[in-house]
């Protein structure tokens, strides 16, 4: 099969995911009275507005970092239901130590991540350890952690560390200490506007963008160029071969979870540089959409750009929605979850069309054996 | 004679390849029908398409004179058709009788079983055809050749005439193999008809009133047992002339490359699975395993290479202890492992071939650079293994589940002999392939004893492990219980020693 094939063959389950999950939604907004040309009309009105696409960006930034942290499990078959908790929690401490901490500027940054990252990867190695020294499935054991971290550790830590918050968007908001503006990373707006034009309403396009980037990068060399990659895909297509082959099955667990958990624990870096400090209310269920964002972008680096950017933009459209009264806002959640759906059955279809594209050319090669449309 | 079953123009297509290719078959009533062919060859499609398995794409069937077409196992049951596979679907929790009856329960008011009626029919299932077993007794505690019976009975009770065997003796040491033929043979008499898969043309020659043969999806001949030899057989299958597995002069050495002492491994219950074994094999020597499977052969390998942790004892590789090193480090230092099911334990099925290549030696050159897989290194050495060992496939890149049976066996004994082990553990390396690749396999491992690798063998088929090895060991619940001259012993000789049936000096 040639490259132009394969990657036609790659890119035509999602778009026919995407046109059914259109389809779908039309005939829920037609029957709930409302006229579906009109909604998307809107949704892709605002959508293409540049302060719009920036408030998509910004959404896109967490999402995607998140669908890379529930990957790295996926390509194990691991599954890392504990993104939610582990983010917020890495999240709070690095906010709160990156406050306390005396650092000039650009280490106070680092330091931050650092944390965020320590944080969440032995938050979630800890299900790793379960998972290999007790047999605890990962599943059960990281949606329970999930529960401490969230309505536990956090919620006490919280009352803990409450240092009056600050004023953000002219609302007063409470959280952990402010982290001097030195310590945060400042905003993309210039960047941006040097290739269009000014951004207005005081948007601010976030600069965890460019951390968000480097970690598509350094997933993409960490599983697709090195011996640790190797291995962790070799467990993940199959483990029985991957031990035969030498491939420390125990350790393999625990570090592919430390590693997924410190992917996760830079999700809410965006908040916290976009806020100042963590927030009492921060944004939640960034975790659980990252599960979604990683299936719709095959785990692939690349993919999970775009399907990051698809929930972004439904996400960010639903506002618009309710506020040119077009449609209900529900309906995006409708649109999202049809998209998941559709995009699994497709994947699956176009797999199997992929492996039996292979086994005729594999017995093509063969020679002896006559391919079956020339037999016909 | 009437006829049993006639198939004519049968034509299956699979994307890629044509299973079956105009294939004619006629069974008499009452015969013992054997087909035979090498792997690849459409035996097992042909058989399902009788069976309703698989549905033919264009040809005719008659059973019994009447034209059919079976869509289903259920309708070919009904027309008195039952197949045997060559793994048992048992289940092993239950008594014989409820796994005869399973899926065919006969019921008292309320849905409750009828057991006194099963019973009943089972026993008159039995004596009609000279089957004996006790339908109380668990199938976990039944020997291979007593399920295989129960998989036969339980045919049987479901009215079955005709009777579809497929590789019926692969599973049976050669005493249970006489067992099997006997009970055929009474069957036959009784007036079932039997079509059988098998491709150990001694067994076919001893048993067959009528031989068939496939090669390439196509019929190429008809032919009775006292008519031709196994060589002419085995000419018809392949086209050519069969390999033998002969070595030649010894190569062995005095130095010992793999020390194994007095090893105990136990599983999970702690029951013993290898009972203190104790060997040496030396450079340039092939050591076979002789034994029945699930008797400590495969948990002795996996104790070799470290899957599988070791109670007492110790394993010493050119004299150094690796009991307790991790299994990377015992296949950095030399330890070559072909598994038993190359699927299971030796592929990355939706990986590519290059890296199906890699693993295994995945930290070593040409495949890794430092931290770093080599993908222009990996992709150089699977395109040399791609050459030397016959590998048929387009390009390195196609993913591993796209080859056949044999080509993937031969990937991954390329892969293992191009790392040039010091000591390769060899599971079964020729099973379930075709005779022309089994022989490049031989020659493989011949070579590689001639430079000095040491070879710890096991297999079922007891002219390979005759043939390739320098000396047998025997293996019996756990124990090393004979060692054996491959030059002084027959196959008869050592299903005796494997069954229990002789003892030696072990």
């Known amino acids: 099969m040639n490259i132009s094939r394969r990657i036609l063959l790659t890119l035509a389950a999602p778009v026919v995911a995407l046109i059914f999950a259109l389809a779908m939604s039309s005939v829920v ?59 917020l929690l890495a999240a709070l401490v690095a906010a709160h130590l990156g406050a306390l901490v005396n650092l000039p500027g650009p280490l106070r940054i680092l330091f931050i991540l650092v944390v965020a990252m320590a944080v969440g990867g032995a938050y979630s190695g800890f299900a790793g350890v379960l998972k290999v020294t007790r047999g605890i499935n990962e599943v059960i054991s990281t949606i329970m952690l999930n529960a401490i971290a969230i309505t536990g550790l956090i919620a006490y830590l919280i009352r803990q560390w409450q240092a009056g918050g600050g004023i953000q968007s002219g609302v007063g908001r409470v959280g952990t200490t402010p982290i001097p503006e030195s310590g945060l990373i400042p905003n993309l707006n210039s960047v941006l506007e040097f290739f269009t034009r000014e951004i207005r309403q005081g948007k601010q396009l976030t600069g965890v963008l460019v951390v968000a980037i480097l970690v598509g990068i350094g997933y993409h060399v960490l599983v697709n160029r090195t011996r640790f990659g190797f291995d962790l895909r070799a467990t993940g297509i199959n483990p029985f071969a991957a031990q035969v082959g030498g491939v420390p099955a125990k350790r393999m667990v625990v570090s592919a979870m430390v590693l997924s958990g410190a992917v996760a624990g830079l999700v809410g870096m965006a908040e916290i540089n976009h806020v100042g400090f963590f927030p009492a209310n921060p944004i939640k269920g960034l975790g659980f959409t990252g599960i979604a964002t990683a299936l719709l972008g095959r785990n692939h680096p690349a993919g999970i750009i775009l399907s990051a950017l698809i929930f972004a933009f439904l996400d960010v459209s639903s506002g618009v929605l309710q506020f040119t009264g077009a449609a209900s806002r529900e309906i995006v959640v409708i649109m999202q979850g049809v998209i998941i759906l559709a995009a699994v059955v497709a994947y699956e279809v176009a797999s199997r069309a992929r492996e039996r594209q292979e086994a005729k050319s594999a017995a093509e090669a063969l020679g002896d054996i006559k391919p079956s449309e020339e037999a016909a | 004679m009437a006829t049993a079953i006639e198939l004519s123009g049968i034509t299956k297509r699979f994307p890629g390849v044509v299973a079956n290719d105009q294939v004619n078959l006629t069974v008499e009533e009452g015969e013992i029908h054997a087909i035979c062919g090498e792997n690849g060859a459409g035996k097992s499609t042909l058989m399902k398409i009788l069976y309703g398995m698989q549905q033919a794409d264009s040809g005719t069937m008659k059973v019994h004179g009447r034209e059919v077409r079976f869509v289903s196992p259920t309708e070919a049951i009904a027309a008195g058709i039952g197949m045997v596979h060559q793994h048992f679907m048992l289940a092993d929790q239950l008594t014989v009788l409820e796994n005869v009856i399973l899926g065919a329960e006969p019921t008292k008011a309320l849905g409750r079983i009828d057991f006194e009626k099963a019973r009943e029919h089972l026993r008159e299932v039995g004596q009609a055809y000279g089957l004996t077993i006790d339908p109380n007794d668990l199938i976990e505690e039944l020997e291979v050749g007593e399920r295989q019976r129960v998989e036969i009975i339980k045919v049987l009770y479901r009215g079955a005439k005709i009777l579809i065997l497929d590789e019926p003796t692969a599973v049976l040491v050669p005493q249970e193999v006489e067992e099997l033929f006997r009970n055929m043979r009474g069957l036959k008499e009784d007036g079932a008809t039997i079509l059988f898969i098998d491709h150990k043309l001694d067994e076919v020659l001893a048993i067959a009133d009528t031989i068939t043969v496939l090669r390439d999806g196509k019929t190429v001949a008809t032919v009775k047992p006292d008519e031709v030899t196994a060589h002419d057989l085995a000419e018809l299958m392949v086209g050519s002339e069969l390999p033998t597995p002969e070595t030649t002069e010894s190569t062995v050495t005095d130095q010992v490359a793999l020390d194994v002492d007095s090893v105990t491994v136990l599983d999970e219950d702690e029951r013993v699975l290898v009972d203190d074994v104790t060997f040496r094999i030396r450079r340039g020597e092939v050591v076979g395993i002789a034994g029945v499977e699930g008797n400590g052969q495969s948990e002795l390998l996996d104790a070799i290479l470290g899957t599988r942790p070791v109670h007492r004892g110790s394993i010493q590789l050119m004299g150094e202890d690796i009991t307790l090193l991790p299994v990377r480090e015992r296949r950095e230092r030399g330890i070559g492992y072909i598994p038993q099911d190359r699927q299971q334990e030796g592929l990355l099925l939706t990986a590519p071939l290059w890296e199906n290549a890699a693993l295994g030696h995945q930290t070593k050159a040409p495949f890794a650079k430092g931290l770093f897989i080599d993908r222009a290194g990996s992709k150089e050495r699977t395109e040399h293994i791609r050459d030397e060992f016959d590998v048929r496939t387009p390009n390195v890149d196609v993913h591993a589940h796209a080859l056949s049976g044999g080509n993937q066996q031969k990937l991954i004994v390329g892969r293992e002999m191009t790392a040039e082990p010091i000591v390769l553990l060899a599971a079964h390396p020729t099973r379930g392939i075709d005779v022309g690749a089994q022989g490049e396999v031989w020659d493989d491992i011949r070579l590689a004893r001639s430079k000095g690798m040491a070879t710890l063998l096991i297999s079922a088929d007891l002219d390979e492990l005759i043939g390739l090895s320098d000396t047998i060991v025997v293996m019996l619940r756990g124990r090393l219980v004979a060692t054996l001259d491959p030059a002084k012993v027959t196959p008869r000789e050592l299903g005796a020693y494997m069954t229990g049936a002789k003892e030696g000096a072990a």
């Open chain 1, 29 to 87: 907004l037609i029957f709930s009275g409302s006229n579906p040309l009109e909604a998307f009309a809107d949704m892709i009105g605002h959508a293409s507005r540049l302060e719009t696409m920036v408030d998509i960006l910004n959404r896109a930034t967490p999402l995607y970092i998140a669908g890379v942290a529930v990957a790295i499990g996926f390509r194990m078959n691991l599954f890392n239901i504990g993104v939610e908790g582990q983010y």
